[in-house]
Antibody
Framework: QVQLLESGGGVVHPGRSLRLSCKGS????????LHWVRQTPTNGLEWVAV????????FYAASVRGRFSISRDNSKHTMYLQMDSLRLEDTAVYYC???????????????WGQGTLVTVSS | IVMTQSPDSLALSLGERATINCKSS????????????LAWYQQKPGQPPKLLIS???NRESGVPDRFSGSGSGTDFTLTISSLQAEDVAVYYC?????????FGQGTRLEIK
């Protein structure tokens, strides 16, 4: 069965960095785009970033553009989110989610991981 | 694309009809495919979102038929025909027309 497993969350000071990972299994990992979506108690779901199936294209929400970087290693069935210059408002549960087949966008997110909590605190 | 849901919360009795609305700031209808790029998700406490409906009205496999989606262009509706206790959750709409997906703020559905 399709599974996505996030890891790498934790507590970090403002201005520091953190890298999240998302490992996929049970599907042809290299054929699917992958997304990061975060959730705060007050702000609901916020789409963060997407990377195409082949890693050649990526897009970011305005709130993280220039600070976060999405990447993937299809040989390891793993996607990453490098988060730099973290701010208090980046505190959230970060989910990875599966997207479109052999495209960057144009399909909903049919499978989601359980999420990993990132807390930015001084 | 900004997605706006209404209402923010809803409290109904078991068996009642629930209606949740979602409006997009621009059309999410894709003419070449004749599809609206709009999805609905259900999220229960402590769980990730679950995809209920895609393409505005296509119910995902295993989703009870009391859930239905309708609408096109910029205005969409999620309807639960007869509310069950297990439907208590937060519901989100999402547009995937743009590469920068976006979600509505969510509608909390409770039992009265």
């Amino acid at each position: 069965q399709v599974q996505l497993l996030e890891s790498g969350g934790g507590v970090v000071h403002p201005g520091r960095s953190l890298r999240l990972s998302c490992k996929g299994s049970g599907f042809n990992f290299s054929r699917y785009s992958l997304h990061w979506v975060r959730q705060t108690p007050t702000n609901g779901l916020e789409w963060v970033a997407v990377i195409s199936y082949d890693g050649k294209n990526d897009f970011y929400a305005a709130s993280v553009r220039g600070r976060f970087s999405i990447s993937r290693d299809n040989s390891k069935h793993t996607m990453y989110l490098q988060m730099d210059s973290l701010r208090l408002e980046d505190t959230a549960v970060y989910y990875c989610a599966r997207g479109a087949v052999e495209a960057t966008g144009g399909e909903p997110n049919d499978y989601w991981g359980q999420g990993t909590l990132v807390t930015v605190s001084s | 694309i900004v997605m706006t849901q209404s209402p923010d919360s809803l409290a109904l009795s078991l068996g009642e009809r629930a209606t949740i609305n979602c409006k997009s700031s621009q059309s999410v209808f894709h003419s070449p495919t004749s599809k609206s790029y709009l999805a609905w998700y259900q999220q229960k406490p402590g769980q990730p979102p679950k995809l209920l409906i895609s393409w505005a009205s296509n119910r995902e496999s295993g989703v009870p038929d009391r859930f239905s989606g309708s609408g096109s262009g910029t205005d969409f509706t999620l309807t639960i025909s007869s509310l069950q206790a297990e439907d208590v959750a937060v519901y989100y709409c999402q547009q995937y027309y743009s590469s920068l997906h976006s979600f509505g703020q969510g509608t909390r559905l409770e039992i009265k």
